[in-house]
């Protein structure tokens, strides 16, 4: 039964790794915006070639060139909302095609908008 | 590129980009309509860029810019000191800022400011926060802080830059702090009653005194964290309260707890007994989640906005020709300035040169704007509506007539407003009755069996100090908090509800509270026929006049003509012409042609029309009023004063007459007019609940007990107030009144039902049978109903008077 004490300490010291983390994870700001995280989430995660014309993706075998990856994902329920408290509004997906960004009609654009 | 409509059948085409009619004239691209050149630009720089998912992850997530700004706006984000002070880190090679962007409202938002670096190279990172409407920028310096801007500008997202912008963030480490004392006091509550347990089952013979001592030991370590670092909010509370000789609630709470520890450690080191740290620890935790669940913040909504949050943050001065921007504070007196049309006047000064139009609905509560001639004096705050004008300062900004409102002390009211809450006022009786009750046990047992006369003292003291009394008020009121903000009505802190349910009489303001400044019906006066009628509101589309507005939304929609040569003269009217049609619309003046005396120009807002020449009649603009307005003010006037004060003429007189009591009309009223009223009624110990909104009541906001601001729109600038009502709330209006009534009973039920346990376990306590396993069973338990009935009957009321839970 001595072994208790041990039993005990050991725990101890478990459960205060975790408060351990908790502290670390309010210092390093995992707490300060609870929303926005929610919705970031859902975005897709594309890699942008800004030199290749984007070729929509078809076969597999037709990838091996394509250094965009594309998934079509539904966004199910991303929520807009003009409150504070906010409600779902249901989005739809819709495949990239003929993406063309060029560096210089950005450059462009950008300086002739009128302000 | 505008394809005149032809023969379109009167279909809705709503812009892809913001969602808004387009009317007949919808611009088109890629065979997507839009509704104007902006919404287009738009379109067209995100898609050329890959950002066509924008208009994927939301519908019509555009917004459409209404107003075009002029270049040398934005010219003071070139002084080093303004970047300076708005910039959250700065050195050589690349800077960090955090905007406020209001504009900010769906997932596409997020999703395009944050991929806004793939947009501008040189932005390194964006990152939103959605509640709180700001985006945390860092970028290069190879880019300038205004080029930044005017990307966001651009795009539809220009960052709001005010003059409290340069003041600097609040910082919230405070509530850091506060999530580290919840998570020890959670972790050392859980492990100190679990390390108790033997204690509570055991029955002390078959358990070896070397666990007993080791569990001890190990609840005193796990104590001293509590004790030193969870509670210290009660006990700097309590020490200044008692130096201000103020006895609040948190003077019995930390004696209570400071009690517990004491004698807990003292049986632990003596050996004499087990001690009480799992309710010590217990009361922490409960403590500290009420202090959570009462504070719940609205991020996004600000209570103590004051001129600086309305104020823009520099000013143009005209030094020998020259335009210079300069920051507000710098502004001294005899410069002269140059004010743009829709800019702000940011000191008294006098008109020099050009037609002033002053604007000041936000000021003084005046709806219609007025003419000023030169060397005549205008007031900071006032917006010129018109041509560019140039004025001479008189004053500095935070000497103008309007800012000096804002020098009231508000804090002193806000400490006044919770000390004199209910919990407080109940513990400067409670407080010395607890002590006297433990003093006279002690000295009674003193008597009679001396060795536990210490024990019964210190028992007494600890059932009656700490206890569930002080779970009351955050629990119940927290949630009625909670509920209120579920209703769009939302209160700065619990001590509101209190003094809102006290209220004897109710003030309102007329202009932006009672009339929906949005939404105003325009009449003609004068014979228009179908024909004139579409003529006319073709006309007035083009223009973004928020006169224009009102006219297009009050006529009968009709199929929207093309107009040539629009031309639009600010201050003055517009022009078009439709198939040898020429329509004008506008001041008196510029459709007849000829200068009108002031008088009949001063009767109110009008504009004239005029086709080919012939004047058709005028548009008058009446006050729309909230919709239920006849039933809030009957069903409030059954319980209170009703007054309306208001700096608007006595046009409205009549029409207000069928609602309020005559004698309690009281028009013309300047803002200092507005603050003495209440201050009159204040002092005669009426306790007013004011309801404004507009800078122009800020000072009767402070003055009044409770001071409601409602706003259209909860981001706005709403002046420093104690509650925001969102407009859209505005008729349930008496039921939240009431709602906050029933609260504030139910409160008191509450403590009620603490202060019954509080008998009971004096009956313990007194005959020194106050035993850990007996405090362990009723602390918690007291705690788990006081605060499960708090949180139920709120909800329960909240159904009963039917509001949203």
């Known amino acids: 039964m001595s072994v208790l004490f041990v039993l005990l300490i050991v725990s101890l010291i478990v459960a205060m790794g975790f408060l351990v983390a908790f502290i670390w994870a309010i210092r390093s700001g995992q707490f300060d915006d609870t929303y926005t995280p929610s919705i970031r989430m859902l975005f897709e995660d594309k890699i942008y070639n800004t030199n290749q014309i984007q070729k929509p993706l078809r076969n597999v075998e037709e990838n091996t060139n394509a250094e965009r990856k594309e998934r079509e994902t539904p966004f199910s329920s991303i929520p807009s909302t003009q409150s504070p408290v906010s409600s779902a509004v249901p989005a739809f997906s819709k495949k990239q095609t003929d993406i063309k960004p060029c560096a210089e009609t950005l450059k462009n654009l950008i300086t002739t908008i009128p302000s | ?805």
Request: glycine fraction near 6%; aromatic fraction near 12%.
């Open chain 2, 1 to 805: 590129m505008a394809q005149a409509a032809s023969a379109h059948p009167s279909t809705h085409v709503t812009c892809f980009h913001c969602g808004e009619d387009c009317g007949s004239s919808a611009i088109q691209l890629a065979e997507k309509p839009f509704c104007c050149e902006g919404c287009k630009t738009v379109y067209e720089i995100l898609n050329e860029n890959g950002f066509s998912d924008y208009y994927n992850i939301a519908q019509t997530p555009g917004i459409k810019m209404r107003e075009k700004k002029s270049a040398g706006v934005l010219s003071y984000l070139e002084h080093s000191e303004v970047v300076a002070k708005l910039v959250d880190f700065q050195d050589s090679k690349m800077t960090r800022i955090t905007f406020t962007i209001p504009q900010i409202h769906c997932a596409s938002c997020i999703w395009l400011l944050e991929n806004l670096y793939r947009l501008k190279p040189g932005i390194t990172s964006v990152k939103v926060n959605f509640l709180k409407r700001e985006a945390a920028l860092a970028f290069s310096n190879e880019l300038s802080l205004r080029s930044v801007v005017e990307l966001l500008a651009s795009i539809g997202y220009e960052p709001e830059i005010n003059l409290q912008s340069l003041e600097g963030k609040t910082e919230k480490k405070a509530s850091k702090g506060f999530y580290y004392q919840l998570g020890i006091a959670g972790f050392c509550f859980g492990n100190i009653m679990l390390l108790s347990f033997p204690e509570y089952l055991s029955f002390d013979r078959y358990i070896e005194p070397a666990f007993s001592r080791f569990f001890s030991y190990l609840n005193l370590l796990l104590a001293l964290p509590v004790f030193f670092y969870c509670s210290s909010y009660y006990f700097k509370a309590a020490f200044s309260g008692l130096r201000a000789r103020m006895l609040d609630i948190n003077v019995p709470v930390a004696l209570g707890i400071f009690v517990l520890f004491s004698r807990s450690a003292y049986e632990i080191l003596t050996q004499t007994g087990a001690g009480y740290f799992d309710s010590m620890a217990g009361l922490v935790f409960f403590l500290l989640i009420g202090k959570w669940f009462q504070n719940k913040t609205y991020d996004s909504l600000s209570f103590d906005r004051d001129y600086k949050s309305y104020f823009p943050v520099a000013a143009t001065r005209k030094e020998n020709d020259k335009e210079v921007s300069i920051p507000l504070n710098e502004i001294k007196i005899s410069d002269v300035l140059l004010i743009r049309n829709g800019e702000l006047v940011p000191a008294d000064a006098e008109l020099l040169k050009g037609e002033g139009q002053m604007d000041y609905s936000f000021v003084t509560g005046e709806s219609n704007s007025t003419k000023i001639n030169t060397g005549e004096k205008i007031f900071a705050g006032g917006r010129q509506v018109g041509g560019a004008i140039e004025i001479r300062v008189l004053k500095n900004t935070s000497q103008s007539y309007l800012t000096q409102l804002w020098n009231q002390e508000v804090f002193a009211k806000e400490h006044q407003r919770k000390f004199a809450s209910l919990i407080n006022k109940f513990s400067r009786y409670f407080t010395p009755a607890a002590l006297s009750v433990a003093v006279a046990a002690g000295a009674y047992w003193l008597v009679v069996d001396s060795s536990i006369a210490i024990n019964v003292f210190t028992s007494v003291l600890i059932v009656v100090c700490a206890c569930a009394l002080a779970l009351a008020t955050p629990f119940t009121l927290g949630n009625a908090l909670r509920i209120l903000g579920k209703n769009s009505f939302y209160l700065k802190d619990t001590s509101v509800i209190e003094s809102l349910a006290q209220t004897d009489e109710v003030v309102f303001d007329k202009t932006g509270t009672l009339t929906n400044a949005q939404h105003q019906k325009a009449h003609f006066v004068g014979e228009l026929t179908p024909s004139e009628i579409q003529l006319a509101r073709s006309l007035v589309y083009h223009s973004s006049h928020p006169l224009s507005r009102q006219i297009y939304d009050s006529l009968e929609k009709t199929e929207l003509l093309p107009i040539e040569s629009f031309k639009e003269y600010s201050g003055k009217g517009i022009e078009g012409v439709f198939e040898n049609n020429k329509i004008m619309l506008g001041s008196e003046s510029f459709v007849k042609g000829l200068h009108v005396r002031k008088e009949t120009e001063a009767t109110g807002t009008r504009s004239w029309l005029s086709i080919n020449g012939q004047v058709k009649g005028y548009f008058d603009f009446n006050n729309h009023y909230r919709e239920g307005l006849g039933e809030v003010i009957k069903d409030l006037e059954a319980d209170y004063k009703i007054s309306l004060i208001t700096g608007d003429s006595e046009g409205e007189k009549e029409f207000l007459k069928t609602y309020f009591n005559e004698n309690n009309l009281h028009f013309n009223q300047s803002p200092r007019d507005k603050l003495s009223f209440i201050g009159f009624l204040e002092n005669h110990g009426k306790k007013v609940l004011m309801i404004g909104d507009g800078l122009n009541d800020a000072g009767a906001l402070k003055q009044s007990s409770t001071g409601i601001s409602i706003t259209e729109n909860v981001n706005n600038f709403s002046p420093s107030c104690d509650a925001i009502l969102d407009a859209k709330a505005f008729n349930e209006l008496p039921k939240l009144i009431r709602f906050a009534k029933g609260s504030m009973t139910l409160l008191k039920i509450a403590l009620g039902i603490s202060l019954l346990y509080n008998v009971f376990a004096l009956s313990f306590a007194v005959q020194g049978m106050f035993t850990p396993i007996v405090a362990a069973i009723l602390m918690p338990l007291s705690s788990i109903t006081v605060t499960a009935f708090g949180i139920a009957s709120t909800t329960l009321l909240a159904k009963k008077i039917k509001l949203k839970i």
